[in-house]
C-alpha cells in the first residue's frame, strides 16, 4: 500500500510540473520568439523560483539568451526528482536538479547527462546554536541530533560520523517533520539538526539565531549538488543549441553572484510572485556552493568530485557499487576551456 501510494504522489507530482510547464509557455511569449527568429528552449526548474534561480532569470533578463539565439521558458518546479523524472521521459530536454536525484536516476539506465554543475557541494549542514557547547564537529559525540523525515541528510549522516572517528552509538537521532525542525533546536529540545544552508539556516537567521555550522561536503559525504543536465538522446540531437544554452546561463550566474541586487530583481521581473527579500537571502546562503569542493571554474565539477560523489550514493546504496561516475556527466557541452569563468565567489 505504501509502494503504491508513493507511486501515486509522484504521478501527481509530475502531472503539476506538466501543468506549469504548459502555462509557462504562454501564447504571447511563443509568438514573440517565432518573430524575433529565437530558438525555443524550455528549462524546467527543481522547485518554485528563487534564489536559486537567479543566474537563468538574468541571462533571460539581460538578453544573454538572445544573444546566443535562444528564447528559453523558465518552467517552476515541484522537486528535483520530478525534474529528472521529466527530462528522462522527454517531456523536457533541459532541466535544473540536485545532481543525487539525477545519479540515481542514470544508474537505472535513464538517458541523462549532468553538463553544468552550479552547487559543487551540497547544502546540506549539521547546526547547532553558538553557546550551546558545541564548537568543533567532535562535540556532537553523546548529543541529540534531529533530522527532517524523507530528505538525504540520515542515511548520509553516518558515513560524516566515520569521517570524524566519532561512535555512531554515542549520538541519539531523531527524525521530525521538516516543518518542525528549526523550532526543535531553538526550544533546546535536541543539541543539533541536519539542516541546509539554503533553508533551514535562513529560518534560523531570520529568528535571531546565531549557529555552528559543519558542512556535509567538508565533513564526510562531498556529494556534487543542483546541476544543468539534459536528455542525453535530445542533446546528441541539439548539441548547438545545448552549447549555447550552457554558456549563457553560466554568463548569468557569474553576473547574479557579482550583482545579486540585480540578480532579484531580475527573478521578480520574470516571476512576479516571486518574493525579493528571501530569494535575495536563498542567493546569499548559496554563494560558498558555487566554488565548493575544490572547482575551479564556474559550472564544472571536478573529476575527483564525481568519484567522491559516486562513493558518497554507494555508500548509502543510491547507486549500484563500482558504478562508473563518468556516467553521471560530460562536459562537452561546456564552453571551450579558455572561455571558461574562474572561481571566485
Given amino acids: ?59 533571460r533578463d539581460k538578453g544573454f539568451y538572445e ?45 541523462l547527462k549532468v553538463i553544468a554543475t552550479l552547487f559543487q557541494g551540497t547544502p546540506s549542514q549539521v547546526t547547532a546554536l553558538k553557546g550551546t557547547g558545541i564548537e568543533v564537529f567532535a562535540d556532537l559525540a553523546g548529543k541529540t541530533i534531529a533530522y527532517p523525515t524523507g530528505g538525504q541528510q540520515a542515511p ?40 541546509s544552508s539554503d533553508f533551514f ?33 535530445w542533446m546528441k540531437e541539439n548539441p548547438e543549441i545545448t552549447k549555447a544554452f550552457v554558456k549563457a546561463s553560466l554568463r548569468g550566474w557569474a553576473y547574479a553572484l557579482d550583482n545579486p541586487d540585480e540578480a532579484v530583481a531580475a527573478i521578480k521581473t520574470i516571476f512576479r510572485d516571486a518574493n525579493e527579500e528571501v530569494a535575495l537571502k536563498e542567493l546569499a546562503a548559496t554563494i560558498p556552493l558555487y566554488c565548493a569542493n575544490n572547482a575551479e571554474f564556474l559550472g564544472k565539477a571536478t573529476e575527483e568530485a564525481w568519484v567522491n560523489h559516486q562513493a558518497v550514493l554507494e555508500r548509502v546504496e543510491a547507486v549500484p557499487v563500482g558504478f562508473d561516475p563518468k556516467r553521471f556527466y560530460t562536459y562537452d557541452y561546456l564552453p571551450p576551456a579558455a572561455e571558461l569563468i574562474a572561481c571566485k565567489w
Fill in 1 to 59: 500500500m505504501a509502494h503504491k501510494r508513493g507511486h501515486f504522489a509522484r504521478l501527481v507530482a509530475v502531472l503539476l510540473a506538466l501543468a506549469l510547464l504548459a502555462s509557462a509557455c504562454g501564447d504571447s511569449d511563443k509568438k514573440a520568439a517565432e518573430e524575433a527568429g529565437l530558438t525555443q528552449v524550455v528549462f524546467q526548474l527543481n522547485w518554485v523560483p528563487g534564489g536559486f534561480h537567479a543566474g537563468f532569470a538574468v541571462a
Fill in 67 to 111: 544573444e546566443e539565439g535562444l528564447f528559453v521558458f523558465l518552467v517552476p518546479g515541484s522537486g528535483s526528482a520530478t525534474t529528472a523524472q521529466m527530462v528522462a521521459a522527454g517531456n523536457a530536454y533541459l532541466g535544473n536538479a540536485d545532481a543525487v536525484s539525477v545519479s540515481q536516476l542514470v544508474a537505472q539506465d535513464a538517458p
Fill in 156 to 195: 548520509q549522516f553516518p558515513l560524516l560520523l566515520e569521517a570524524n572517528n566519532i561512535d555512531p552509538d554515542s549520538v541519539t537521532l531523531v527524525g521530525v517533520p521538516r516543518e518542525a525542525l528549526v523550532v526543535q533546536l531553538l526550544e533546546g529540545n535536541v543539541d543539533a539538526i541536519l539542516g
Fill in 201 to 233: 539556516s535562513i529560518q534560523l537567521a531570520d529568528r535571531g539565531a546565531e549557529t555552528v555550522d559543519f558542512p556535509f561536503y567538508e565533513y564526510g559525504a562531498p556529494t556534487v549538488a543542483t546541476s544543468i543536465f539534459g536528455n542525453e538522446n
